[in-house]
């Protein structure tokens, strides 16, 4: 069975650029999250997406929003970007999106911020 | 703000041995506990979870929690050099059961 798939693997953007990042979840999981991971710490939560609806948001700016589509896939869009941005995003797949999740995670994608 | 402390490490452990690794948590209402392992510029991989007081073992793995001290840790017996990874804690909430908190990691190096 495939497993999360993420792209782009690597991108390379400037200073206020815009970014999209894309997710497929496993087949049969209806929840998605989406994390940053800062070189040396933990994933940081940022949204969760249920059935198309957002579940959960994280302490994040509103220059990053998401969305899942009917088939469960999502996508991370990030505005204005920020050096500080520069992490490694990470997706997760859940067989539902209520307590006690199981959360297998897809290869991320490194985003540097130039 | 829920608080997901672990050592950052290194912990060196001898190939063979138990290595111990910790993690304690801010939020009594925390219902479920993973602990994922991350190889060096990978992904986390979910190694178990846990979410009743006691001990829970799977392979070489135990998990431990304890609820009443606010602490969750992992036991690896027989340690590999293949285990040398950073390990992250992470929990779930009552409140925020659809927010998974993660710790900063602990580094393992198994040494041969």
């Known amino acids: 069975d495939a497993g999360v798939t993420q792209s782009p693997t690597h991108l390379i953007k400037t200073r206020g650029q815009h970014v999209t990042l894309r997710c497929s979840p496993i087949s049969g999981h209806k929840s998605v999250s989406w994390y940053q991971q800062v070189l040396g710490q933990g994933p940081q939560f940022i949204f969760q997406y249920y059935e198309k609806e957002e579940r959960g948001r994280g302490n994040f700016p509103d220059r990053f929003s998401a969305r899942q589509f009917p088939n469960y896939s999502s996508e991370l869009n990030v505005n204005a970007l920020l050096l500080g941005d520069s992490a490694l995003y990470l997706c997760?797949?859940?067989?539902?999106?209520?307590?006690?999740?199981?959360?297998?995670f897809g290869p991320g994608t490194r985003l540097t911020v130039l | 703000q829920k608080e997901v402390e672990q050592n950052s490490g290194p912990l060196s452990v001898p190939e063979g041995a138990i290595a111990s690794l910790n993690c304690t948590y801010s939020?009594?209402?925390?219902?479920?506990f993973f602990w994922y392992r991350q190889y060096s510029g990978k992904s986390p991989e979910l190694i178990m979870f846990i979410y009743s007081n006691g001990d829970k073992e799977d392979g070489r793995f135990t998990a431990q929690l304890n609820k009443a001290s606010q602490y969750v840790s992992l036991l690896i017996r027989d340690s590999q050099p293949s285990d040398s990874a950073t390990y992250l804690c992470a929990v779930i909430t009552e409140e925020d059961f659809n927010k998974f908190y993660f710790g900063s990691g602990t580094k393992l190096n198994v040494k041969p």
């Open positions: 939020d009594r209402g925390s219902q479920s």
């Open positions: 997760a797949s859940s067989w539902t999106g209520v307590s006690y999740n199981e959360q297998f």
